[in-house]
């Protein structure tokens, strides 16, 4: 007697049923599938990007709008610091190294970063094709940028100011693309990069044509594209921070990303920046945590809301199986004459239970991969964020493990009644 065959024989005879139970129990497998797959990406982006930065520094503010804007680029900037103060910062013993940032520009939504050749190295981009930045109006494409706006090594660009792409075009001062960047899986690959100068001499020479005062720039930066070309060469080449002279008076830095000189310095230097300077100071670490920590409460009720799909599946199980034993108990009785014992009924009707439970595994496993598919394009064009929809995450091992003891739990009580099943007594009611 093959238990399997009879098993997806009677499954079938009530399909509305079984269709019923098993999209109720996709369903709420598909949710927490999204959700695991969401919060497991999202807490690894979070911190590979913010791998090997130990502390950022930018103006007063919001600490979590510090980090998001100058490590993840998905908010704006604080502000901005004057290089004088950012200098005292750089050269204080506790920090071993300090990458500068300059934001403030877009193409096409994405972010044009002024910084060193330390921040690619921070991140292990390498070049896919071309050079990389060097002196003022050249720009190296992260891998997505060149992909998606089509760039190729010898385009001029027009940047525009702001984050979004619809400010103020800087039309005088078009940016050449010297080099593309091999894809890394990080922030980079979504970003333009190029020296600090080329950010000041844009937003100096467009402050001064537009008289608008702007927040990224001051108005004495047309010094003579010459002198920040020799002087971008002497610093780009190293990639090393850059150190304030008379010719960076009135700059300004966007933020700072460091690494510490000494574990000490953890517990003491963000201290010092809060409260002895103008600064504000902001530990990527603890901020992606309390982040991660807010994003829980919303994953949590979603998750809730899918153990509740699952919960009712299994009822809906149960009943079903329960309703169709009351059907079928002349059938099992007939089985019993026939030589199948009572341990046939029990793995009987629990094989039913669990062939529901693998097709509403198996849909919502496929339901949820896709429907992460759909969100995760979604969220790369609004937040800029790398989730992958058809990745696999271990936990969804245990999710399929449990729905199955879902299934046979359900069908375990029909079981139990199936396996006492009395054959003279249903056979004299026949």
Do not use: C
């Amino acid at each position: 007697m093959n238990l399997l065959k009879l098993s997806a024989s009677y499954i079938r005879q009530r399909w509305l049923t079984t269709g019923l139970n098993v999209l109720l129990l996709a369903l709420g497998i598909a949710t927490i599938v999204v959700l695991l797959l969401f919060s497991h990406q999202l807490e690894r982006n979070l911190t590979e990007n913010a791998e090997g930065i130990d502390l950022v520094v930018g103006a007063k503010g919001s600490p979590l709008q510090l980090i998001l804007s100058s490590i993840y680029h998905i908010d704006a900037p604080t502000g901005n610091i004057p290089v004088e103060e950012a200098q005292e910062i750089i050269e204080h013993p506790a920090v071993a190294e300090a990458i500068p940032l300059a934001l403030g520009d877009s193409y096409r939504g994405y972010r044009i970063v002024g910084t060193t050749h330390d921040y690619a190295a921070l991140y292990g981009a390498e070049l896919a094709g071309g050079a990389w930045w060097s002196g003022t109006m050249s720009v190296t494409a992260g891998a997505r940028v060149a992909e998606e706006a089509q760039l190729r090594i010898g385009d001029e660009i027009v940047s525009s100011h702001g984050l979004t792409g619809d400010g103020a075009v800087h039309a005088s001062h078009p940016l050449q693309v010297v080099g593309v960047l091999e894809a890394t899986g990080t922030v980079i690959d979504r970003l333009l990069l190029t020296s600090i100068e080329t950010v000041w001499a844009v937003h100096g020479d467009h402050a001064e044509d537009d008289h608008t005062g702007d927040d990224h720039a001051e108005g004495d930066h047309a010094e003579g594209d010459h002198a920040e070309d020799d002087h971008a060469e002497e610093e780009g080449e190293g990639g090393g921070a850059f150190h304030a002279d008379e010719e960076d008076d009135g700059r300004e830095y966007t933020s700072l990303l460091l690494t510490y000189s000494s574990p000490i310095a953890a517990a003491t230097f963000p201290r010092y920046v809060n409260s002895q300077t103008d600064l504000q100071a902001a530990a990527p670490a603890f901020q992606t945590a309390r982040l991660m920590s807010l994003l829980g409460v919303g994953f949590d009720a979603l998750r809730g809301f899918g153990i509740l799909l699952i919960a009712v599946a299994a009822i809906g199980v149960f009943v079903a199986l329960y309703s169709a034993l009351r059907e079928r108990r002349y059938d099992l009785a007939v089985m019993r004459t026939l030589g199948a014992s009572r341990w046939t009924l029990l793995a009987h009707v629990i094989l039913e239970g669990v062939l529901l439970t693998v097709m509403g595994t198996v849909l919502g496993l496929g339901l949820g991969h896709a429907a992460a598919a759909v969100l995760s394009r979604a969220v790369a064009e609004a937040q800029g964020l790398a989730l992958a929809g058809w990745s696999f995450v271990p936990a969804e091992v245990v999710l399929a493990i449990l729905a199955l003891g879902v299934g046979v739990v359900a069908a375990l009580v029909p079981a139990v009644q199936a396996y006492r099943t009395d054959i003279a007594q249903v056979l004299a009611r026949r």
